[in-house]
């Protein structure tokens, strides 16, 4: 039997504009005439290559929701007047784009004047603590990778996480320095990707490696939160992905430190790709964005200290995304998504540095489906229905014998001379760690717009998990006896929930009495 946790959550707020966890905005402005300064009422606009687009009102005023996150080109026409074409126009996710246009009468029809649009200097209907950075800027800056961006963010500290000598229960390590926001822990920041959470549920800190060219912008929230939110206390980053284009594209890129001399290389390369355009050529109804990275890190966590690359400290990985985008119709838009890695490192620890090649090794892997539809039923009313399938798995064990528990049997104890401050070498890792956390997710969001600068939004989110355990803390003792039987120390520190005695999945119940999965709380 298949036993689950479960979490459902209930919000209803009005608010100015405040960020929530989308990943569309909408342009609004007023179009007069250049001459006498009167509303230009049924002027259009649209966003090219779109289906979408809004007439102006009898006032002048037009506005065009539900806009993914993203640069475009604007045209506003009316008969009589030069067409006005704007480029540039940047779209965040949540916000709201003004742009006013007054437009010059024309003698000559088909007359067309080009604007580049600039970036406002402020975001003025953002009401909380957040910074974005969108596709431009993160092309421009000279560091890759969540981390690293996030970390030059005000207010953000990063620090190196022992778990050799952390007080907490779980004591468990990331594949590189963890991030606090105003002095929070790590496992108070929640990640999502196209409004889906990306978060151990096990641990609350992210596992996941997104690659580089999937992304299109980012918004980091550090406070002021929305009642959305509840379940994380001090930041909040919501990635939006790119999505494919008319045309096809290709990108790449390579980073690597080995063009310097040993000394001052620490082996780290990465290379990444991408591909988009229209799934059928010739045909814009249907439209795709893959992106795939590779990493193989000598050194993950380098330091000029130590003048090359140490040894056991090692990281690699693959990570890829994929999106389907279709316009069912002229309001209702579909994303069918994945993402997926798999990351291997080795967690240098400097006391066992006369015995790396039995340093803990941990393997990461992560899985995400999602489908979201996006409906506009009016100008003023949209909702959106998001499902997702969520995997997330880790093993933690001896760099030698890895995940074949039946090698750990040696009898060898972890030796620890304290008069060294060294493991002494030969010695074995003592914990054999695995465990896995899926979940179905379901949510539901709905805005209603009161007037031009006000929304009402509503929502529901439901999620139930399935949560597997096994940890070994002395592996080395696990020794089948004479008489086929382990001795009762062999078993004495073995925790497990959803796996058996052997580390084998299991929801059969069994010798220790609690191997099928976590029951729901």
């Not at 963010?153 to 468990?172: C, I, L, P």
């Not at 594209?249 to 001399?261: L, N, V």
């Not at 620890?349 to 340093?359: C, D, F, G, K």
């Not at 030698?400 to 890792?429: C, F, M, Q, V």
């Given at each position: 039997?298949?036993?689950?946790?479960?979490?459902?959550?209930?919000?209803?707020?009005?608010?100015?504009?405040?960020?929530?966890?989308?990943?569309?905005?909408?342009?609004?402005?007023?179009?007069?005439?250049?001459?006498?300064?009167?509303?230009?009422?049924?002027?259009?606009?649209?966003?090219?290559?779109?289906?979408?687009?809004?007439?102006?009102?009898?006032?002048?005023t037009y506005l065009v929701t539900n806009v993914p996150a993203g640069t475009y080109n604007l045209r506003v026409s009316s008969m009589g007047y030069k067409t006005i074409e704007v480029s540039d126009v940047v779209i965040h996710a949540d916000l709201q784009a003004s742009y006013n246009f007054q437009m010059d009468i024309s003698?000559?029809?088909?007359?067309?004047?080009?604007?580049?649009?600039?970036?406002?200097?402020?975001?003025?209907?953002?009401?909380?603590?957040?910074?974005?950075?969108?596709?431009?800027?993160?092309?421009?800056?000279?560091?890759?990778?969540?981390?690293?961006?996030?970390?030059?963010?005000?207010?953000?500290?990063?620090?190196?996480?022992?778990?050799?000598?952390?007080?907490?229960?779980?004591?468990?390590?990331?594949?590189?320095?963890?991030?606090?926001?105003?002095?929070?822990?790590?496992?108070?920041?929640?990640?999502?990707?196209?409004?889906?959470?990306?978060?151990?549920?096990?641990?609350?800190?992210?596992?996941?490696?997104?690659?580089?060219?999937?992304?299109?912008?980012?918004?980091?929230?550090?406070?002021?939160?929305?009642?959305?939110?509840?379940?994380?206390?001090?930041?909040?980053?919501?990635?939006?992905?790119?999505?494919?284009?008319?045309?096809?594209?290709?990108?790449?890129?390579?980073?690597?430190?080995?063009?310097?001399?040993?000394?001052?290389?620490?082996?780290?390369?990465?290379?990444?790709?991408?591909?988009?355009?229209?799934?059928?050529?010739?045909?814009?109804?249907?439209?795709?964005?893959?992106?795939?990275?590779?990493?193989?890190?000598?050194?993950?966590?380098?330091?000029?200290?130590?003048?090359?690359?140490?040894?056991?400290?090692?990281?690699?990985?693959?990570?890829?995304?994929?999106?389907?985008?279709?316009?069912?119709?002229?309001?209702?838009?579909?994303?069918?998504?994945?993402?997926?890695?798999?990351?291997?490192?080795?967690?240098?620890?400097?006391?066992?540095?006369?015995?790396?090649?039995?340093?803990?090794?941990?393997?990461?892997?992560?899985?995400?489906?999602?489908?979201?539809?996006?409906?506009?039923?009016?100008?003023?009313?949209?909702?959106?229905?998001?499902?997702?399938?969520?995997?997330?798995?880790?093993?933690?064990?001896?760099?030698?014998?890895?995940?074949?528990?039946?090698?750990?049997?040696?009898?060898?104890?972890?030796?620890?001379?304290?008069?060294?401050?060294?493991?002494?070498?030969?010695?074995?890792?003592?914990?054999?760690?695995?465990?896995?956390?899926?979940?179905?997710?379901?949510?539901?969001?709905?805005?209603?717009?009161?007037?031009?600068?006000?929304?009402?939004?509503?929502?529901?989110?439901?999620?139930?998990?399935?949560?597997?355990?096994?940890?070994?803390?002395?592996?080395?003792?696990?020794?089948?006896?004479?008489?086929?039987?382990?001795?009762?120390?062999?078993?004495?520190?073995?925790?497990?929930?959803?796996?058996?005695?052997?580390?084998?999945?299991?929801?059969?119940?069994?010798?220790?009495?609690?191997?099928?999965?976590?029951?729901?709380?």
């Amino acid at each position: 039997m298949r036993i689950c946790l479960s979490f459902a959550g209930l919000w209803l707020l009005m608010i100015p504009s405040l960020l929530l966890a989308g990943t569309t905005g909408r342009v609004t402005g007023l179009i007069s005439s250049s001459e006498n300064g009167e509303a230009i009422a049924g002027a259009n606009v649209v966003l090219m290559n779109t289906t979408l687009g809004a007439a102006a009102d009898i006032n002048g005023t037009y506005l065009v929701t539900n806009v993914p996150a993203g640069t475009y080109n604007l045209r506003v026409s009316s008969m009589g007047y030069k067409t006005i074409e704007v480029s540039d126009v940047v779209i965040h996710a949540d916000l709201q784009a003004s742009y006013n246009f007054q437009m010059d009468i024309s003698a000559i029809e088909g007359e067309v004047v080009t604007i580049v649009a600039e970036r406002p200097l402020v975001e003025i209907d953002k009401t909380s603590s957040v910074q974005i950075v969108d596709s431009y800027e993160l092309q421009e800056l000279p560091v890759r990778g969540y981390t690293e961006i996030i970390k030059i963010q005000s207010g953000v500290q990063s620090y190196n996480y022992n778990s050799a000598t952390s007080g907490r229960s779980y004591n468990e390590n990331t594949n590189g320095p963890r991030l606090s926001i105003r002095g929070s822990r790590a496992d108070e920041i929640m990640f999502n990707v196209d409004g889906v959470s990306l978060n151990d549920p096990f641990s609350g800190l992210i596992t996941m490696r997104v690659p580089d060219l999937a992304w299109n912008e980012f918004t980091f929230l550090k406070g002021n939160f929305s009642s959305e939110y509840g379940r994380f206390m001090s930041g909040v980053v919501n990635w939006t992905m790119n999505t494919g284009k008319e045309d096809y594209h290709f990108d790449a890129e390579m980073t690597t430190d080995q063009i310097a001399d040993e000394e001052h290389s620490y082996e780290q390369n990465k290379v990444g790709f991408a591909l988009s355009g229209p799934f059928i050529p010739g045909n814009n109804k249907y439209k795709f964005f893959t992106a795939y990275e590779h990493g193989d890190y000598g050194d993950r966590s380098p330091s000029w200290i130590d003048r090359g690359v140490k040894e056991g400290n090692s990281s690699a990985w693959d990570s890829f995304y994929g999106k389907i985008t279709t316009n069912l119709t002229d309001n209702i838009r579909f994303d069918l998504g994945v993402l997926y890695s798999i990351d291997e490192w080795n967690e240098f620890r400097q006391s066992w540095i006369y015995n790396t090649e039995h340093l803990p090794y941990y393997e990461d892997k992560n899985s995400v489906y999602y489908a979201r539809m996006n409906h506009a039923v009016s100008a003023d009313l949209n909702y959106t229905l998001t499902y997702n399938y969520t995997e997330i798995s880790r093993f933690r064990g001896d760099n030698t014998y890895r995940k074949n528990i039946w090698d750990y049997g040696t009898g060898l104890k972890d030796d620890y001379d304290a008069s060294l401050l060294y493991h002494i070498p030969g010695g074995e890792y003592e914990s054999y760690m695995n465990r896995n956390t899926s979940y179905h997710g379901l949510r539901a969001d709905v805005s209603k717009m009161i007037g031009s600068d006000h929304d009402i939004r509503a929502g529901f989110e439901t999620q139930i998990y399935s949560l597997r355990y096994y940890e070994n803390l002395d592996p080395n003792l696990f020794i089948l006896g004479s008489d086929g039987e382990f001795s009762p120390a062999a078993l004495k520190n073995i925790n497990n929930f959803g796996y058996d005695i052997y580390g084998d999945e299991s929801d059969a119940g069994g010798e220790i009495g609690r191997a099928s999965c976590r029951e729901r709380v």
